[in-house]
């Protein structure tokens, strides 16, 4: 995978509005010239297979590395090491799992991003828990959610409302709110790159027409989970599948007493297997999900 790196000749650090443009001339792949393109890769390590699996994803590394434009961070460098985690995506990536590419992708990018975020914002070390990393990546989203962009501390009820949310306390998102409003949020009116010959707002995304990469790996993601599930209930014995069909996965579910009269037990008993099945359901998709690759 070394010579794949020093094969792409782009880099967003050497003008990134030229950079942004080249890598939509790059086609995005049909499944089976995907799947054949890894198994060359896999099989036999070879660099030109690899090189075109990763170009035809730089447009996803740029879609998601925009999503983090707000943490005051060279959108370069936050580009490069979504490429970074794109590259270890491909090196592990294995097409007989059933998964399209850009799905398996998508948390090597994010995982890499975020890492390089975390590395370089002094306020977040690594060390922090995994709720205070919630609320630094959650933040901004959610003050969007219910309208409080505005500068300045929050409002107490927004206070409130994104701490519930996030399970951290109130004194813990005011801090991470002031912190993250010192570090600055780059206009959309910037320009990109040192050239100044466009600005961030030409590289948003038109929610009319949506990036494909994006949508077909959102697509796959919800099948792929879907098939794990349908693949943990099979852990599950009769009784247990039933109720937690019943009680987790309909729209309106049963409730506890009709259950209880259903298999003559106690509601007690009833929720004692649902949160039973609900928990070896977990484990189970968990572990299928960690032998695949996709957490």
């Known amino acids: ?18 950079y942004l443009t080249e890598i939509r001339k790059y086609p995005l792949l049909e ?19 690899a090189e075109r699996m990763v170009t035809s994803h730089l447009r996803l590394v740029a879609k998601i590395a925009m999503g983090y434009r707000g943490y005051g961070l060279p959108m ?8 970074v985690g794109l590259m270890q995506a491909v090196k592990k990536f294995d097409p007989d799992k059933g998964f399209r590419l850009a ?34 990546f959650n933040l901004r989203r959610l003050k969007g959610e219910i309208q409080a962009l505005e500068e300045g501390d929050l409002r107490p009820e927004n206070v409130a409302t994104i701490a519930t949310k996030l399970g951290v306390t109130e004194d813990e998102v005011v801090s991470m ?28 995304a ?3 027409a949506p990036d494909q990469a994006e949508t077909l790996a959102n697509r796959d993601e919800y099948e792929s989970r879907m098939a794990l599930l349908s693949a943990a209930m099979e852990t ?17 579910p049963t409730t506890l007493e009709d259950l209880s009269a259903v298999y003559n037990v106690s509601r ?27 957490m």
Do not use: C
């Open 1 to 18: 995978m070394a010579n794949l790196s020093t094969a792409i000749a782009l880099s967003p650090e050497q003008g990134l509005s030229r």
């Open 31 to 49: 499944k089976n010239e995907e799947f054949m393109l890894a198994k060359r890769w896999r099989e036999h390590e070879d660099p030109e297979a």
């Open 76 to 83: 370069g460098e936050v580009i490069s090491e979504g490429n």
């Open 103 to 136: 799905t398996y992708a998508m948390w090597w990018i994010r995982a890499a991003i975020q890492e390089y975020i975390l590395r370089s914002w002094s306020l977040v070390k690594l060390g922090t828990t995994a709720a205070q990393k919630k609320l630094f």
């Open 177 to 204: 709110n002031r912190r993250m409003a010192s570090g600055g949020d780059a206009s959309l009116n910037a320009p990109i790159g040192m050239d100044g010959d466009g600005e961030w707002q030409d590289w948003l």
């Open 206 to 208: 038109d929610e009319d």
């Open 236 to 252: 599950l014995n009769e009784r247990e599948r039933h109720i937690i069909t019943e009680r987790r996965l309909k729209d309106e």
């Open 268 to 294: 007690e008993r009833i929720r004692q297997i649902e949160v039973r099945a609900f928990e070896k359901l977990q484990n189970a998709m968990r572990s299928a999900a960690v032998e695949q690759g996709v």
